[in-house]
């Protein structure tokens, strides 16, 4: 199996990352964190958007409208 970095070490010209839909893609491995961690980031990213979301209401409320 190929790994992200067995590839991008193998493609010297710099981070040329598989297609999914090609051989070096679909045998890629992907890490990704343990489903716990993934919750978590998931919980955060939520978090933040809700922030963004507030703040971009506020921002809204303060400008004039013509």
Do not use: H, W
Not at 5 to 24: A, F, K, S, Y
């Amino acid at each position: 199996m190929a790994t992200l970095l067995g590839i991008q070490i193998r493609n010297e010209d710099g981070i040329n990352l598989p297609r999914l839909g090609t051989e070096d893609g679909r045998r890629a491995i992907f890490p990704l964190p343990p489903t716990t961690e993934q919750k978590r980031i998931v919980e955060k990213c939520d978090r933040l958007l809700s922030i963004y979301d507030e703040i971009e209401k506020r921002q809204q409320q303060k400008e004039p409208k013509f």
